[in-house]
């Protein structure tokens, strides 16, 4: 059985950081694109940052390209998303997930999901 358990959300100021984890069990991160997604209170959920499978190729929205970076550490089979100059709009629950490819994680269509985090950025 899979399981993403994610940790490290809080609240934090604005303009600061926080480092989120996704401990992977039943399944080797290195074998699957991870990913993050959020959801935040009345919006749809949005594709946030994924790794390749392979560990070179990663993919991040828009929204946080130059601001948050995805890793993983595949002896300790977890993955993170390093969040810096955080802003009141990156308050979300953050969703850790699995999918076969980095292309079809960022569309949504994963394999696994965690129960996420929650992230509040106070300004």
């Known amino acids: 059985q899979v399981q993403l358990v994610e940790s490290g959300g809080g609240l934090v100021q604005e303009g600061g950081s926080l480092r989120l984890s996704c401990a992977a069990s039943?399944?080797?991160?290195?074998?699957?694109?991870m990913g993050w997604f959020r959801q935040a209170p009345g919006k749809e959920r949005e594709f946030v940052a994924a790794?390749?499978?392979?560990?070179?190729?990663?993919i991040y929205a828009d929204s946080v390209k130059g601001r948050f970076v995805i890793s993983r550490d595949n002896a300790k089979n977890t993955v993170y998303l390093q969040m810096n100059s955080l802003k009141p709009e990156d308050t979300a629950v953050y969703l850790c997930?699995?999918?076969?490819?980095?292309?079809?994680?960022?569309?949504?269509?994963?394999?696994?999901w965690g129960q996420g985090t929650q992230v509040t950025v106070s300004s």
């Open positions: 997930a699995a999918a076969a490819t980095e292309v079809v994680l960022k569309k949504g269509a994963c394999d696994y």
């Open positions: 039943g399944c080797a991160v290195s074998t699957y694109a």
């Open positions: 790794m390749a499978w392979t560990g070179i190729t990663t």
